[in-house]
Every structure is written in structure tokens, then in C-alpha cells.
């Protein structure tokens, strides 16, 4: 008889999570993954550190342009900064990550310009970038839907006969769905090169992660025939080498590999959220107390990266980054009424050219009254 | 008589539903602890408990699903899916199992099972948040399917529909979400208008229009303007979608003589073509003009800032009274096969 | 000019479309080693080998998501759903996604997937393997939606739709799989007739029948009976479900001023409603009479020896046809609201 | 790191197994399962071979009568009778099992009558029982769909406050479909008292377990918090002991149990398949040597219960079934063509009835033409 591994407390437990920085900031030993971590050097932590600074900026930037009114709504990233940095940079440009709303921290490393942050989120298009330029698919909402997405996109790899991977990521809510399971059974049946993050960062809006399982996440991908590592995802490094394992893994033909990054939604599930309503101030201290960005910044204190001058520069990076975001909400024009019709389709189609003419029949009877 | 918005109607609903019947229960994605994105649910939990008030995982096949297995077990199960787009993954079960299942059984299993459903556009939503999908399931045989347009009718057709025997689709406009009217909550259900009977909502002469959902009081806008032109329109709120209640249709189309129906979701294979078929075969010698489809358009919904190009507004309504009345209209003089 | 069934004819496309594009491959159940239940793909794993021909754990949803991927992948997945009733379980993925990602991604990312649907009853089948799912496809904008009613069409549509940038639902009637036809399987795909158009299978002048898939057959049969009678149907075969291409379409109801619309799936909200909505619109002053609608009944897909008593047959349509000639039928002298 | 447990042939490998019984009908000595089998003694085991008997000859007969064009379709059984009546023998009258298409072998076990199993696979009826009267849900196609009908039931019997447990068979194939992961996440989350009994039958119509999973399908349970246990599916004692430990567990209060059966499907999918298309010819005659009924009888010889007495017992009560099956094929009258109207809804419905009105019209213009 399988029994399964343990019970324990899933929403704020954090043993038993392979890391390598404490909340302190100092080093922990840890030979798997210090593995994946000989190269780590000053200029690279240093650039883990201004990423995660400027997305954190971004973010609030982001709350701060919904409560002006220049946003229909934001989804914070605040606290899973280290997860997203941290595992994107272990990406190379032809991997292909799919995500959900929640990922400005991939988008950023992956390239994406501050305008390019601004229109889904502005209510202006669906989409705010071309996934091609950036090489990351569109913000996925339905929950689950993009793992199996990636899945696909692998299998596509593999007949492509090239070295580059697909990699999923996801909350620990949507590891309720069928879509996000049938990703696994499809992947692990075809050992496609793809990789599952699943940033458990313990709340779907209102539900705690243990309506979903009283188990590690992370315990089902083997289950699968999926290898899987659960790590402290505040721990940049962690989830950097994490990630170079599972990619690794993936890129060399040995099939797809599951993470789960243990973090935190510091603030709500969305700015129409209130968490208030449904969690103790309590659980947020003790999560702000391992925030990923001041971990880092400990460590670089230690091995004298740390200087005005660079905190500086991270900032001033910051600063522009927002200033962009900002410009690309005053720079938004209204977009043209009758491009509602463009790109339903990509081939023409009689019946909707027929539609858009005769809504363009309506609007031009507006304009004449306008004009006088 | 009490004011309250639709959600607190809604609200007054469930808590009655619960405490009237042992075996109603409630479950969805955040609607304990939370009472519900949209606070329906505000407060039930710590009224009625965990058994009953039940924050479920995030799947909505499986919310669905396992309500059917307590519909077998006798339990009469409302489920609220948490936006109008995250029904599909419910899809198969709601088509194949709950609106089958008394069918498949002859008649030995039971499924009153109440699927509410956050309705429609007009909210500025994101992607996925703002979808249409009735017509799916009005053309899926075995379920009831009503949509309503005030508190007061959401206050007693949920309770109607948590009653019924058989499974409903509850849809509710979000963009009425937070609208007031008087509701009364002491009233006896058995005095209540059936569930399936259309309302005429204001009476006219010229033209009958026909719809349901949030789109009824932008009808009833329209009727007002076309008034200070000397249009009488009459207005009907269908309520049941699945079964039309045609005998009021026919009625009020046999007296005009001309029809406009309008509602959010896309035209082609929409509520409207069934409502333009089902008119135009019973009344087709009533009919001085085409019955006018004014819906969403053929498209995806749009970004929230294009939905009013998207959604038949007021304006569009008048422009579909003035085609089925030949007056100057946007598609005068237009020519098409 | 070769005799093929239908099944052949599928086949023989598809080996068409694997060999002319290395991009495009084959998803499903048990497509591979068996080649298919109906064995559609039959030797094709041989001859393509199994990373073009796939077969997949079962899970539609699987399927079609994974399709998604592939297609985001610049590949053009051809995916068999094994029967009708299994659709449902990808339903959110082909609504909520191969619909939409075109749209969503501003023309960005391409969905040329292509859905094929062994579809429809009448061969005695077992419960959910003689759906009629095809109106939620066209009520979905962002698909395009046929059904084939031939081998020749078989042949050559399914190789439109695969060379379509856009995602197709491709409706095969399982009633016609082993009827034979000539099919040219040299020809020029440049040649052929565009997938979106009708075309009229057989002229007439008293009434126009709408029909497509396995219908068309069975309304052919009652055109031949019809003539018996001094009655000429003009009988047209839609192959274009959405977008429905009215230039044909109405240019015939100016013609007869009568319309008779069948098909096998229930008539609330079904295609049906479309399309005499969409006739009426277009034809009002043309028409001489209501269209009529000829469907299956509004339930649930009966037992396999009861079907004959759901599926609309010759008598049926025939009945139809009465009726819009107002001649005596069935519903002569029956009252109703 | 979790690695997955092994990567071995799934479908012909059968070393791992819980099991008692020996192919040679011996009893192997299974501490675990031994505890749940204490009580069994020759009437018992009689018990169990004429159940298997009848059910091997039932199913027998429901090839026959679809050869003989008096049933539409059979979904044979064959090589699974002890997955199916050792099973189903550990259950009480309150259970309730939801299973697919294949288990007649539960439904004899549960009380149906030889004209329950008719009408369903003659096409007059979608379902051939009542599913209260024998406490079995009625046959489910859609495949996986049960799984969370189970679940949900026993969600019920948790609200009644009762030690009753809910069922869910399922094949191998139905592992990849989303519900039948979501319905493990629910009953995990829910501690729902239901029973997963997964009958691998190394076959998805023509699609071999390898293409669903490459590593043990009860392996899946543990990693979403639910105790599980791979058996010998072709050893009557096994599937009663290992039920009875999962029903055990489910009713205790303990949550979800998870079985895997490993069995073998003799026949072809149903009698519309023919398997010589995709499997060898040796693969059967393997898993011919393992012959479930075959090994029981083998111990009862050994036991002294068998003689030619109990032989010939058995064999009459199976004819006399197989004679019930055939007579209800005989005695099956037309369904009156309005039942086609029958029970689509609970309550009146205004449309339909109209349209019953219209049929019957319609039908009733036929009448006078027949007669003259
Ligand atoms: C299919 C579907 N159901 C419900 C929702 C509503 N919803 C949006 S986000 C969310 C919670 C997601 O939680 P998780 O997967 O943990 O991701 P997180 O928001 O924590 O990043 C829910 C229920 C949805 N978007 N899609
Ligand atoms: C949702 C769905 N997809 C596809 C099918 C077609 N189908 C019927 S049985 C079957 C194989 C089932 O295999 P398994 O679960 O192992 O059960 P078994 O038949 O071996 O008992 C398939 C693919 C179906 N019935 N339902
Ligand atoms: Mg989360
Ligand atoms: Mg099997």
C-alpha cells in the first residue's frame, strides 16, 4: 500500500523546502542545487537583484495607475518576485514560457517594454505584447488552460528536433483542474521537453492552497512519472537553479519535470480584491519577514556587491521603467470602433465583412450630428 | 416591501432556500469565507456552516460533477460558477450528465441541481468575464434556463429554481448587479408568477421588443426615447429562456405586428434566431416587417474599453425599431443578398 | 474519377494534406494503430510514422489543448474527437481558446486547427455516440463550422479546412461513411468550389429545402417522392455551416418563396433558428409562407430503437413541405398560441 | 528531488502485485491482505467461483445475443470477474457504486436481474435497471464522468451522517481524463468516503496502457493525499481484501482509498472492435495461463470444496440466468414512440408537450392508411 507522504501545514510551512538562502540572507549548503549555481557570481546577483527591484516597481506602478483610473485592474506579483526573476532567468530566448495574469516578473526578464504591460490591463486589447517578440504565449486567465498549451508547443519542439523547451506556469489553484492534470498525463506520455512552475503562493483569491490539497503540490507530478522539486520560492537562487535543473532535464531529452515555488501573494488577488476579508494580518508579517528582495540584498551586502551607486542605478532603472509605463497610459488613444471586427477571423468572411460595413452604415449616421 | 440591490436579493434567496429545505447546498470557488466575489454569499457560511456553504476547489467540472452525485444522493445543489466564462470546463457535465441524466434514468434519478451563472458584459471586465453563453444551453434539451432583470425576480426565481425538480440555468446581469428595487421578501412562494412566464414589462402598440437579462432595462430606456418620438414600444421580459413563453410572445406580436429582439450575446445561432423562428412561424401573418435582431456582434467579446461598440445600447435598439418600422435607419438604401 | 465511401475519401485527404505539408499532423483515440474506430486513418501511421499520427491518451480536452500548443507552434493539427458526444470535454478549450486566440493575440498567433467530428445518429448507436452538437460551433464565433455530405466533398473540404489559417469543426455524418461516390483525387485544390459555399444538389421550383451533412440524402428522397406528387423541391446542401452562405441560400427563396429547414439536431436555438431567421430577414416579402422547421425532437438523443421516431425523416420532411404548401398535414387545423 | 517510483513494462507486468492466490491457484502469504480475508471458508469461496462463473457465462451470453442481432452492442468482461465480484462482495447494500459500461460483473453481484442487463444494450433504454433498486448508478460512457458523480455522492453520505461509502470504477483509460483527477482532488480536500477502483485492463480500446501512463497508475493517488494499493486483479481474494481494507478506510472516516485492479480484457473492446488489429495473439494466451476462475477453482480442489455437485450447481443457476437474459430479449415489445418524450424534464414543460401533441398528430396520420 502507497500512503501518501505527509500531513502537514501547507500554508505557511515552509520546511522541508530545498533552498540556499536563508531568510537572512546567508548562504545554505545545498549540493543539488548549488550544482546549478557554480557561476553565480557579484554582477549576476547584482542583476537578479535590480530585476526583482524594477519588477516589484512595476508592480506598484501597476496598483498605483489602477487606483488613478488608468488601469481597469491589476494583478500584484509583490512577494513572488523571487520566483519569477529567478526562474525566467534560467530560460534561454528560444524557450517558450506560458503563463497566467500573474507573471510581470517573467515578462520583464523575457523583455517585454513598459508599454507592453499597459493595454490588457488598460481594458485596450486582449493582449498586450506579440508572444512571438517576446517569446512568451498571452496571458492566460482561464485557470490551467495555457499548461496544457505548453504542452503542446513542447511536442512541437520535439518534432522540430531542437533543444528548446516549453514551460508552464501556474497557481496552486489551478492544480484543481482537469486541463492542468491532463498536462502532465500528455506530457509525461510524451516526454515532451516542457517544464510545470507551480507558484503555490498559498491563496486562490479567498482559498487557502489547503482546499485544494493537504499535500505537497509538488508530491503529484511523481506520481505522474514527473520528477519534481519544491523549493523556497523567496529564494532567488533557489528558484534559478531549480529551474537550470528542470530545464536541463527537459532540454535533454529526459522528459517533462515539475516545480513548485512555495511563496506568498502579499497583497490581494487582484485590486477589485480585499484579503481583509479572508486572512490574518498575522500570516502576512510572517511572510514579509522572507521577502525574496532584502534576502538578496543581505547577500550582496555579505559579498561586498552592494554599493550607493548601484542602488541607485536599480532605482533610476526602476524609475524610467515606471515613467514608461505611465507615458504608454497617457499615450493610449481610443482605438478605432470598427477594429472590434479585426482578426476574429484570419481569412476573409462574408458574413462578418457584411457586419462590419453595416456597423460602420450605423456609426457614420453619428457623425454628421457630431459635426454640427 | 424591502429595497435591496440584485446581489442582496440573491442573497435573501440562498438564505431562504437553506433554511426552508435541509437539502439545499451551496458550493463554488470563494464563496464562504469570501461570501462570493460579488458577496451573494455574504454572510451564509457562518449562518448555515461548512456542510452546506462549501468553498470547493478550482474546477469547475468537479463543482458540477459532484453536485450531480449529490443530486443521486437527494441533495438539491446550487452551484455558483464564479464568471459567465468559466462554465465551459463545466460544459460536458452540465450537457451530458445534469441535463441528461432524468432522461437517461427514465425518470428514477433526479437533478435539481440550480447552476447561477454572473452574467454578460457592460462591467468593463477582463477577458472571459464579460461572455454570453445562453443559447448553449438553451438548445440543450433537459434544462431550464432563466435569465432576470430585477431583484425582486431574483429574489423569487432562484427560490423557483432551487425548487424545481428539474436543472436550471440561472443567469444573473452582473452590470444589474448592484441595482436597487423593492423586493418583497415575505411574500408566499405559490403566489409568485411561474418561472416560465415572460412579463410584459410596459405596454405599446408599434413594437413589440423582446429580451431578457440586463438588455431589459436597456429596452425599457429605448421605449422611453422612442416615446418623445411618437414610437410605442412594448416591452417584454422573456425571464425563462428554455422554455419560451410564447403564448405571451405571440400575444403582443399578434398586436404590433412588429418585432425587435435584442441581447448581448453574438447574433448568428443566438437566442434571437430562435425568437425571430419561433415568431415568424406563428405569426407570420401578423408580421408587417422582419422581425430585427439588434445583438453583440459576431466576434469575440471585446477589450472592456471597445465593449460599447460591442453591446446593442440604447441607440442601437432605437435604429432596429426604426428598420422594423421602414423609417430612416442605418441600413437604408443598403442592398444585400 | 475514383468510387470511394466517405471514410476512404477522408483518408485519402488526409494523406494528402500530411504529404503536402510537413506542418500538419494527425491527433486522436486509437487513430493510429487501428486507424481510427471507423478507420478513417487507416494506414496512415505506417506510411506517416507516429510523430505525425498520434495517438493520445485518452482526454479530449488533452487533445485539443495540446492542439493549441502545436498550433502556437506553427504546426496544423488535424484532431479526430472519436465520437460526437465526446466533444463536450474540450469545450472550453475550443471555445474559450481555438476560437478566441486569434483575436486575443491581435492576429498574432494562429489557430489552424482542424476538428473532425465522426457525427449525428441513425446507426443504432449507443447513448452520446449520435450527438448533434454542431449549433454551439456556430453560435461561437472565431470557428468556421461544415459538414460534408459526400466523398467528393469529404475529400476536398477536409483539406480545405486543414489548409485554412483559420480552426474549422468538421462534421462528418456517420450515416454516410460507407455510401460511395465518385470523388476526383487528382484535382487541383485551386480548382475546387470554396469550402463556404452551398451549393443547390437539386433544383426546383416550389419550395427551397435547407439542409446539410446526412440530411442532405434524406431530403433528396423526398424530393424524388415530392415530384411523385407534382411537387418540385430545390434542395440545398449547405456544406458551410458558419459563416451559412445566404447568396445561395436566398437567392433560391425568391425563387420558391418557401422554405423547409431540416436537421437532426433539436430545435430550440438550433441551426434551424438561424437559418429562418436569417431567411426572413433577407426574404421577408419573398415569402409565401413561414419557413418550416423540421428537426429533431427537443430531448435528449433517444435509445438507439427509438431514433427513428427523433431523427426527421422523409415523411417528415415531406409532412414539412405540406406545410408550407399549406396543403393538409400534420398540424392542419391545430391550434396554438 | 522526487523521482518517480520505476519505469517497468505495464502491460504484461504483473511482479509488484498485492495478491494471495498463486497462478496456480496456491495461497501466497500477503500479511496486509491476509488481515481482511480471516474470515474466508469454503462456502465463501464457492460463493465467489459461481458469482464469477455466472458472470463469465452472462457475458458470454451478451456476445451471443449481439451475434444474433438481438442486442445492439456488448461491452464484454471477460479475464476481469474477480476484479469485478471480489469486489463488488465487500460492499453493503448502502453502498453505491457508479461504474462505467464494463461492470457487469458488479451489477450481478448488486442484484440485477438477466432483463436488467438488456435493455440498455438492445437500445430501448439508456439505462437497463433502476439505479436505487439495486444501488448502482446507471452505466456511464462519458468516460471518467462518474469518478466525480462518486465523489459527490459521497459527499452526500458525509452530510447524512452515515458509514455508508460511494464507488467509482473506472478504466486505465479514464485516468487521463481531467474529472477523474479532479474528482482524487475533491475527495482528497473533502475526505469524501469513496472507494477509486481503477481496473486496469492493459487496454483503451486499441491504445495500450504505456500511451496513458509509463509508470503504475495507483502510483498517482499518494501525491494527491490518497492511500492506494495495485493488486492482483485476477485474484478473487485480493480484490475482496484490498476492497475491504479501501471500504474500511473510506467509512472509518479516514477520506479517499484508491485501488488499481490489474487485470486483463480477454475479448475486444466491445463485439463492434476486433483487437487482432492491434495486439498479439500471445499477449492473451499470457494472460490466458492466469485465468482468474481457473486459479479459484484450482484452490477449492486444493480445499476440498469442489465436486462435481457444486459443478453442476453452478453451472444451472448460470444457464437459468442466461435464460432470463434471452427471454427478456424475447419478451421486449416496441416502446411506444411518444416515450421518446418521457422523462426529459421533472415537471411540466409547456414546449415539449406541445411538441409530443404535434408527434402524436403527426404519427396518428399514419394510422388509417396501415389499417385500410
Ligand atoms: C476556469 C476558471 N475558473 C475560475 C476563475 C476565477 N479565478 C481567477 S483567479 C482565481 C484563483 C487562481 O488561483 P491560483 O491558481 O492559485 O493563482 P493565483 O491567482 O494565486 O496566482 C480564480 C478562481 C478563472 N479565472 N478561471
Ligand atoms: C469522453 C469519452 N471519450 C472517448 C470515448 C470513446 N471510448 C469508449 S471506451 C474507450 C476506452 C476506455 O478505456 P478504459 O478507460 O481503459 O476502459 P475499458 O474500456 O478498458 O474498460 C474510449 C476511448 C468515450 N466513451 N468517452
Ligand atoms: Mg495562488
Ligand atoms: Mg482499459
Not at chain 2, 425571430?276 to 459576431?298: I, K, N, Q, S
Request: aromatic share 8%.
Amino acid at each position: 500500500m502507497m500512503y501518501p507522504r505527509t500531513d502537514h501545514d501547507l500554508t505557511t510551512g515552509t520546511d522541508e523546502l530545498a533552498g540556499v538562502l536563508a531568510t537572512d540572507g546567508s548562504r545554505i549548503p545545498h549540493p543539488q542545487l548549488d550544482a546549478w549555481l557554480t557561476d553565480v557570481d557579484v554582477p549576476m546577483l547584482r542583476m537578479l537583484h535590480r530585476d526583482m527591484t524594477i519588477v516589484r516597481r512595476l508592480d506598484a506602478e501597476g496598483i498605483a495607475l489602477q487606483r488613478q483610473g488608468q488601469l481597469g485592474l491589476w494583478a500584484p506579483c509583490r512577494g513572488q518576485e523571487a520566483a519569477q526573476v529567478g526562474t525566467a532567468h534560467a530560460l534561454r530566448t528560444g524557450d517558450f514560457p506560458f503563463t497566467s495574469y500573474r507573471e510581470a516578473g517573467v515578462l520583464f526578464v523575457r523583455g517585454a517594454r513598459p508599454d507592453e504591460f499597459i493595454p490588457n490591463w488598460r481594458g485596450e486589447a486582449h493582449s498586450g505584447y506579440d508572444p512571438y517578440r517576446i517569446g512568451v504565449a498571452t496571458p492566460q486567465i482561464i485557470i490551467g488552460a495555457q499548461t496544457l498549451h505548453a504542452v503542446g508547443y513542447a511536442m512541437g519542439i520535439q518534432r522540430d528536433g531542437v533543444d528548446d523547451i516549453a514551460v508552464a506556469y501556474f497557481g496552486d489553484g489551478a492544480t484543481s483542474q482537469g486541463d492542468a492534470n491532463e498536462a502532465m498525463v500528455f506530457a509525461a506520455s510524451f516526454e515532451a521537453p516542457v517544464v510545470f512552475v507551480c507558484t503555490n503562493n498559498q491563496w486562490a483569491i479567498s482559498e487557502p492552497v489547503g482546499v485544494q490539497s493537504r499535500f505537497p503540490l509538488a508530491d503529484r507530478a511523481p506520481g505522474f512519472g514527473i520528477p519534481s522539486l519544491r523549493f523556497d520560492g523567496n529564494d532567488v537562487l533557489a528558484s534559478l537553479a531549480a529551474m537550470r535543473w528542470a530545464a536541463d532535464h527537459a532540454r535533454s531529452g529526459a522528459g517533462p519535470a515539475y516545480l513548485e515555488a512555495v511563496t506568498y501573494r502579499m497583497g490581494p488577488h487582484t485590486t477589485s480584491d480585499d484579503p481583509s476579508r479572508y486572512r490574518d494580518a498575522a500570516e502576512v508579517e510572517h511572510w514579509e519577514a522572507r521577502d525574496p528582495i532584502a534576502r538578496l540584498e543581505a547577500l550582496l551586502r555579505a559579498e561586498g556587491g552592494w554599493d550607493d551607486e548601484f542602488a541607485a542605478d536599480e532605482k533610476a532603472a526602476a524609475d524610467e521603467f515606471c515613467a514608461g509605463m505611465r507615458a504608454a497610459c497617457l499615450a493610449a488613444a481610443d482605438r478605432d470602433p470598427l477594429s472590434v471586427f479585426d482578426h476574429v477571423y484570419a481569412e476573409p468572411h462574408a458574413g462578418l465583412d457584411q457586419e462590419r460595413a453595416d456597423y460602420a452604415g450605423y456609426l457614420a449616421g453619428f457623425a454628421p450630428e457630431e459635426e454640427s | 416591501m424591502t429595497e435591496l440591490t440584485m446581489v442582496k436579493a440573491l442573497g435573501a434567496g440562498l438564505r431562504r432556500a437553506l433554511a426552508d429545505d435541509p437539502r439545499v447546498l451551496l458550493m463554488g470557488e470563494d464563496i464562504g469565507r469570501l461570501g462570493g466575489v460579488f458577496r451573494v454569499t455574504d454572510g451564509l457560511l457562518d449562518e448555515f456552516g461548512a456542510q452546506r456553504v462549501v468553498d470547493t476547489p478550482l474546477a469547475e467540472a468537479g463543482i458540477v460533477g459532484t453536485a450531480v452525485g449529490l443530486a443521486y444522493r437527494g441533495y438539491r445543489p446550487v452551484v455558483e460558477i464564479q464568471f459567465d466564462g468559466f462554465v465551459y470546463p463545466a460544459f460536458d457535465q452540465i450537457v451530458a450528465q445534469v441535463a441528461k441524466l432524468h432522461y437517461r434514468t427514465r425518470g428514477a434519478v433526479r437533478m435539481p441541481i440550480t447552476i447561477r451563472v454572473p452574467w454578460a458584459g457592460g462591467v468593463g471586465a477582463a477577458e472571459h468575464h464579460s461572455e454570453s453563453p445562453e443559447a448553449y444551453f438553451v438548445h440543450t434539451s433537459g434544462l431550464r434556463v432563466v435569465a432576470v432583470s430585477n431583484p425582486q425576480d431574483a429574489f423569487v426565481m432562484l427560490r423557483q429554481a432551487i425548487a424545481s425538480d428539474d436543472p436550471v440555468v440561472f443567469f444573473e446581469p452582473k452590470r444589474l448587479y448592484h441595482a436597487k428595487g423593492e423586493v418583497d421578501v415575505d411574500a408566499d412562494l405559490a403566489d409568485a408568477p411561474p418561472m416560465g412566464l415572460a412579463r410584459v414589462v410596459r405596454e405599446g402598440a408599434d413594437v413589440t421588443v423582446l429580451t431578457y437579462g440586463g438588455q431589459v432595462t436597456t429596452a425599457m430606456d429605448a421605449a422611453t426615447a422612442a416615446e418623445d418620438e411618437g414610437i410605442s414600444l412594448e416591452v417584454i421580459d422573456l425571464r425563462s429562456l428554455s422554455p419560451v413563453d410564447y403564448r405571451t410572445v405571440t400575444a403582443s406580436v399578434r398586436k404590433t405586428g412588429r418585432v425587435v429582439v435584442t441581447h448581448e450575446a453574438a447574433k448568428e445561432a443566438g437566442l434571437g434566431a430562435e425568437l425571430v423562428a419561433g415568431v415568424t412561424e406563428r405569426c407570420f401573418h401578423h408580421l408587417e416587417a422582419p422581425p430585427v435582431r439588434v445583438t453583440g456582434h459576431d466576434i469575440p467579446y471585446p477589450p472592456a474599453k471597445l465593449e460599447k461598440h460591442h453591446l446593442p445600447d440604447l441607440d442601437r435598439i432605437l435604429d432596429g425599431v426604426d428598420r422594423v418600422l421602414d423609417r430612416p435607419n442605418s441600413l437604408s438604401g443598403v442592398e444585400r443578398s
